[in-house]
């Protein structure tokens, strides 16, 4: 009967299903892009991420869909969408760095490239575990060390954004190098933002019920 009143009432798992999907699916984004920066002979390797992007895109149309249908919500419905389209905007973002790397094409290897993706893999990784814990109402202490952890990632992003844009201001590159260079590490240092961005709403909806 309980169970029964929690489904007409909509109070159930799927916003949870939905929400950790969707980090998932983030996640997945970086490996493929892992992969794309190894095999960058391979085209089809973008066709990796935008499936990745539409599938995000799908999971926030169900997730609209849902709220719109739900009478009773695990959290608010402001809340749920707002990290739903932080969700989103992480493959969204990986996506448009695979589109300039391949038009782009730099020449051989960039400078703190791979410590990049590093944190960035990190980060995302972070990202999914929060996700994760919404379902199990973490406490608050758990949830804000996993949040400090992010914002501890963007910190060592943005100092290596500053290293490499020292090495490539260094005069010993041409300059079609630098200029494709920064504007891909412009771009893959906005998706470690969009990381701490959906971990800094997951930190607020557990912190508003604590």
Do not use: W
């Amino acid at each position: 009967m309980i169970n029964l009143l929690r489904r007409l009432l909509g109070h159930n798992d799927k916003f949870f299903d939905l929400l950790e999907t969707s980090a998932g699916e983030a996640q997945a984004s970086v490996q493929h892009l892992s992969r794309m920066l190894r095999e960058t002979e391979d085209v089809h390797t973008i066709e990796e991420l935008v499936h990745s992007r539409r599938h995000n895109k799908r999971i926030t149309g169900e997730i609209s869909q849902a709220l719109c249908r739900t009478f009773v919500t695990p959290f608010e419905r402001e809340d749920i969408e707002a990290l739903s389209f932080a969700l989103y905007k992480i493959p969204k973002s990986i996506e448009k760095f695979g589109e300039k790397f391949l038009l782009g094409q730099p020449r051989g290897s960039l400078p703190g490239l791979d410590q990049q993706m590093a944190l960035l893999g990190e980060a995302v990784g972070t990202v999914l575990e929060m996700v994760k814990r919404l379902r199990r109402h973490e406490n608050l202490e758990v949830i804000q060390g996993l949040n400090d952890q992010l914002h501890q990632l963007e910190a060592k992003a943005d100092r290596l954004m500053m290293d490499m844009t020292h090495e490539l201001y260094s005069g010993r590159h041409e300059a079609l190098r630098v200029i494709i260079a920064l504007d891909l590490f412009r771009t893959l240092e906005k998706v470690v933002d969009r990381c701490r961005d959906a971990g800094n709403i997951v930190f607020q909806m557990v912190l508003k019920y604590s």
